[in-house]
């Protein structure tokens, strides 16, 4: 157990659809990512925040969106959804910002119909 | 942009056999990480090399990084059935700002009892 929590575990729903992904970071994280992960693109990074303030930024689409609210947990939003966001979306936390190991939660299995 | 290249891309052994996977970078890494993510599970953090030429082992997992620090190799010896995974390297080029590491593709390895 990596202490990190995602909500819903599957999500399954139609294009032009929303969805909102929420992540709860290890306790004293202060730093969470946004990773997706298909088949085709391994891993990419997508956000970053850090104790409410967004860090930095990856392959994000303009149509994703992402916050970190005062408690800590963070939120995906998710919007006009297309087939090609059908994947597997982690998030990940660490307690700074500098050179440490992530720790993933179980992750969200987004499924587009 | 940082690339990450992982080779191979699958990888079958007998239960028994050895397992390399490589790593290489198309820039000069701050430092290495290693994370392995088992079968429907997420990726979890192995271990991070940051000195040039250093080596560190856990039990049969031998970690290199490269003299240049543009490459790094993870062995196991005589592989398990409980080894079976993807196994990927991720790292960042040096300079500052936040430590978002470029992910490779990963090595799936698959374990024949």
């Known amino acids: 157990d990596s202490g990190v929590t995602q909500t819903p575990k599957h999500l399954i729903t139609a294009t032009g659809q929303r969805v909102t992904l929420r992540c709860s970071p290890r306790?004293?994280?202060?730093?969470v990512y946004w990773y997706q992960q298909s088949l085709d693109q391994g891993l990419q990074f997508l956000i970053q925040?850090?104790?409410?303030?967004?860090?930095a930024k990856g392959n994000i689409l303009e149509r994703f969106s992402a916050q970190q609210f005062p408690d800590l947990h963070s939120e995906l939003n998710l919007s006009s959804l297309e087939l090609g966001d059908s994947a597997l979306y982690f998030c990940?936390?660490?307690?700074?910002?500098?050179?440490?190991?992530?720790?993933f939660g179980d992750g969200t299995r987004l499924s587009i119909l | 942009g940082q690339q990450v290249m992982q080779i191979p891309q699958y990888q079958h052994v007998q239960e028994g056999e050895d397992f390399t996977t490589y790593c290489n970078s198309s820039?000069?890494?701050?430092?290495i990480q290693w994370y392995k993510q088992r079968p429907g599970g997420h990726p979890v953090f192995l271990i991070q090399?940051?000195?040039?030429?250093e080596v560190k082992k856990q039990k049969r997992l031998t970690f290199q990084f490269g003299e240049a620090k543009k490459n790094s190799s993870l062995h196991i010896t005589a592989t398990q059935t409980t080894d079976v995974g993807t196994y990927f390297c991720?790292?960042?080029?040096?300079?500052?700002?936040?430590?978002?590491?470029?992910f490779g593709r990963g090595t799936s390895l698959i374990v024949h009892p």
């Open positions: 990940a936390s660490s307690d700074g910002t500098g050179v440490q190991p992530q720790h």
């Open positions: 306790s004293g994280d202060l730093s």
């Open positions: 925040y850090y104790n409410g303030e967004e860090r």
């Open positions: 820039t000069t890494l701050s430092n």
């Open positions: 090399l940051v000195k040039s030429g």
């Open positions: 991720a790292g960042k080029a040096g300079g500052g700002g936040s430590y978002i590491p470029t």
